[in-house]
C-alpha cells in the first residue's frame, strides 16, 4: 500500500520556521515529482512547492519563493519544505502528494496524497 506521511506541523509565531516532512512507503516514487500544496479554511487547495525525484530539480509558487526551500533524500524516500519568515497568511493545511507529471504544479495530476498536518502562523 503507497503512503505519504506528513509531518513537523504546529503553531509559530509570525517571522518563525517550520520544517516540514513527507516520509514515503509502499514505493519508491523514482522518477515521479514529489509536490507540497496548502489549503487553507474556505479555500482551495494551491500548489507551494515541487521537486523531481530524479534530478532535484524545483519549482515555486511566487508567495513562497525566497521563503520556503523544498528538498528530498533519495536514501529514505522523504520529502521536506523548509519554511522561514512565515506570515499569518502561511496559516492552512499543508498536503505532500506525488505524481508521475514531470514538475507539475496542478492538483490535479497528483495520485498519491497525505493526510496533511496543520501550520498555524499567529501574528
Known amino acids: 500500500q503507497v503512503q505519504l506521511v506528513e509531518s513537523g506541523g504546529g503553531l509559530v509565531q509570525a517571522g518563525g520556521s517550520l520544517r516540514l516532512s513527507c516520509a514515503a512507503s509502499?514505493?519508491?516514487?523514482?522518477?515521479?515529482?514529489r509536490g507540497w500544496f496548502r489549503q487553507a479554511p474556505g479555500k482551495e487547495r494551491e500548489f507551494v512547492a515541487a521537486?523531481?525525484?530524479?534530478?532535484?530539480?524545483?519549482n515555486y509558487s511566487d508567495f513562497v519563493k525566497g521563503r520556503f526551500t523544498i528538498s528530498r533524500d533519495n536514501a529514505d524516500n522523504t520529502a521536506y519544505l523548509q519554511m522561514n519568515s512565515l506570515k499569518p497568511e502561511d496559516t492552512a493545511v499543508y498536503y505532500c502528494?506525488?505524481?508521475?507529471?514531470?514538475?507539475?504544479?496542478?492538483?490535479?495530476?497528483?495520485?498519491?496524497w497525505g493526510q496533511g498536518t496543520q501550520v498555524t502562523v499567529s501574528s
Open positions: 521537486i523531481t525525484w530524479s534530478l532535484g530539480i524545483t
Open positions: 502528494a506525488a505524481t508521475s507529471r514531470y514538475g507539475s504544479q496542478s492538483y490535479r495530476d497528483y495520485d498519491y
Open positions: 509502499g514505493r519508491t516514487f523514482r522518477g515521479y515529482t
